[in-house]
């Protein structure tokens, strides 16, 4: 090979590194970001799900919360959701899928309409998952895993 060859592959491969990197990038989650901003005009607050785990190695998990006037749930910084969400009778009742690194604290946020007192919704952890040092296994025992909703 040449030395012009050799300039021209060096060359090339630098501008297709470079193209490739102009794209999306990765970009880690702010971890001081608070909940989400609810609409005074829409009569809305967010209320914090707030985990209760025996394991710091968890990745995702699946819950169900019930109750009324549920809007929406947004999850907390570093976590993604998908959720499905169906009224009956005054009351909301959301399946929650969610993936992330599973620790104590706030997981996610639940947006509701109206004013609320106490505690009117119940939380269920329905399945649990390893993360991918334990190989995603199905946690067996879910009687330790607490979710909360709450202020």
Request: aromatic share 4%; hydrophobic share 45%; glycine share 10%.
């Amino acid at each position: 090979m040449t030395m012009r060859t050799w300039r021209a592959v060096l060359g090339s491969s630098a501008i297709v590194l470079l193209a490739g990197c102009g794209g999306d990038a990765v970009v880690t989650p702010d971890v001081r970001a608070v909940q989400p901003m609810a609409s005074a005009a829409k009569n809305e607050r967010t209320l914090a799900i707030e985990l209760t785990t025996p394991s710091s190695n968890d990745g995702g998990m699946i819950f169900t919360i019930d109750g009324p006037n549920i809007v929406d749930v947004a999850p907390a910084p570093g976590f993604e959701v998908v959720a499905n969400r169906v009224e009956s009778h005054g009351r909301t009742t959301i399946d929650v899928l969610i993936v992330g690194p599973l620790r104590a604290g706030v997981i996610a946020w639940l947006t509701v309409t109206g004013v609320n007192s106490g505690h009117p919704y119940d939380a269920t952890v329905t399945d649990v998952a390893a993360g991918a040092a334990d190989h995603f296994v199905e946690r067996g025992d879910l009687s330790a895993y607490r979710l909360v909703v709450g202020r």
